[in-house]
């Protein structure tokens, strides 16, 4: 059972962070100009998205594996869940900021529209920036993880060397 819960849980939550980004990005995207469009315009940028949206699902499972205590007695997650949820909103962010400016087809709102040309003409930066904080955010978490996996080896070398005296 513990072996089966270490495994599937993270990876149940990587999947399930993969599935909403994806789902939220053709979802806004389709809403303002069809599947369609929406599926072309993954297409396109797919070299950048792909990897974001994996990133994601990977913090997700990170972050299943400290948030349960996995594979260590972790004694602090130190700022792992916001740090989940500042990389994923921007990476949603930039991820909807390079179509951002389709939206304004739909909503010709004078501040959006001014909004939506500065989001659409720096796109492929914001997507660089979102991708940028899902990394950063990746090798906090691990940092977390090896360090707290790091406590229990010493713990675990104490009672090993108490016991044998």
């Known amino acids: 059972m513990q072996i089966v819960k270490r495994i599937f849980i993270p ?5 399930a962070g993969m599935f909403f980004l994806t ?5 806004i995207m389709s809403w303002a100009e069809g599947f369609k469009a929406a599926r072309e315009l993954f297409w396109s940028d797919r070299w950048i998205i792909i990897p974001i949206i994996v990133g994601f699902g990977i913090q997700a499972a ?19 869940g916001a740090l989940m949820g500042a990389s994923g909103t921007t990476s949603t962010v930039a991820m909807l900021a390079c179509c951002v400016h389709h ?8 501040g959006l ?19 940028g904080t899902n990394l ?7 940092f977390i993880l090896l360090k707290e996996r790091q406590k229990t080896i010493q713990i675990a070398n104490r009672i090993h060397s108490a016991e044998a005296k």
Not at 23 to 27: A, E
């Open 136 to 142: 950063i955010g990746i090798l906090i978490m691990l």
């Open 62 to 80: 990170l972050y299943a594996i400290l948030k349960f205590r996995l594979f260590t007695p972790v004694t602090t997650t130190g700022p792992s």
């Open 113 to 131: 529209t001014v909004a939506a040309t500065f989001l659409g003409r720096y796109r492929t930066l914001f997507l660089w920036g979102g991708l």
């Open 11 to 15: 990876l149940g939550a990587g999947l």
């Open 103 to 110: 939206v304004t087809d739909v909503l010709p709102i004078l």
């Open 23 to 27: 789902g939220l990005y053709f979802g």
